[in-house]
């Protein structure tokens, strides 16, 4: 069993795509599809299940995962540390972070204390500037779907999300009890960055509901806080919406939808234009990604608006 094989291992299982991590490492596709079945060859178990389009780790290459991802990397800072005991990280990093998404600052934040000398710029917007022509050397956004052919992007995280819509919008209006009520109900469409609309769902037979809407926002904290004062449903991260059901400030509705989305993605050009202060922050970003969160009391003033009650 190679150090580096569980290195590609990890990549693998960070990108969930063998497509991506040969983009990333430059290396062909079959040769990262090999030693990856080496590997678990070597383990005597199978880390991933292959799907037509991705791949996701099975139990046990989660575990392996986590036991090792920690051990590789101090064994990385050790060989780095020893090899160049004088060599100090620097150069200019110019980060984009959509503005629900400011989590990512303490990851920019831990990253400066470990390499004082590098220069950092963090722009923080919901739109989608061009990178190459701003010189953004990496943003995080919120985003349905990659749409530059030019750039690399990766999931952060797929999570379970949920409809949900204020107590009130309920007692006045009912509560759906189908996919197939929605059209009854307004929904409140979030606008992507890429000028996108979420305002169809998917049936599980593959159909698609357009749904009815007087308001369209492209703000996070606005859609919650446009159901919070009961002008529709939305759909959002469950994680999320529980916060504000816990406070009684929303409901979710129709528990059986519980469809999986990614809707954060990391994007950067290609890896050959990038700088080395540009990759060894995209590899510090990528190890710590999926472990990172808002308490709960974060969440709730990143994801809230500061509006007073409605009155009469």
Sequence with gaps: MKTEDIKLFH???????????????????????RRIKQLESDLKIKLFHRHSRHITLTAAGNDFYNATVGLIHTLDKTISKLQHPEKELVGRLKIMISPVMMNIGKLVLEFMQLHPAINVEVISSNDELDL??????????????????????????????????SPQYLLNHGTP????????????????SNGELLNKLSHDNGQSIQLSSNLTVNSVP????????????????????????QKNLLE???????PNYNFGWIVHPPRQYLSLVTQEFLNFVLLRIKRLGYDDKDAMNVFRLPFPPLTS
């Design 222 to 245: 606005l859609l919650i806080e446009s159901a919070i004062q009961g002008h529709g449903l939305i759909l959002i991260s469950q994680r999320v919406g529980d916060l504000f059901a």
């Design 11 to 33: 990549k693998v299982a960070e990108f969930g795509s063998l497509t991506e991590t040969a983009k990333w490492l430059d290396l062909p596709k079959s040769n990262i599809s």
């Design 177 to 192: 009890a189908s996919l197939d009520q929605l059209p009854e109900h307004n929904f409140i469409i979030y606008r992507f």
């Design 252 to 258: 979710q509705v129709i528990h059986s939808y519980s």
């Design 132 to 165: 190459i022509k701003n010189e953004i050397d990496v943003a995080f956004r919120v985003v349905n779907t990659r749409t530059e052919e030019n750039l690399i992007a990766h999931k952060i995280q797929e999570e379970p999300y949920g409809l949900y819509a």
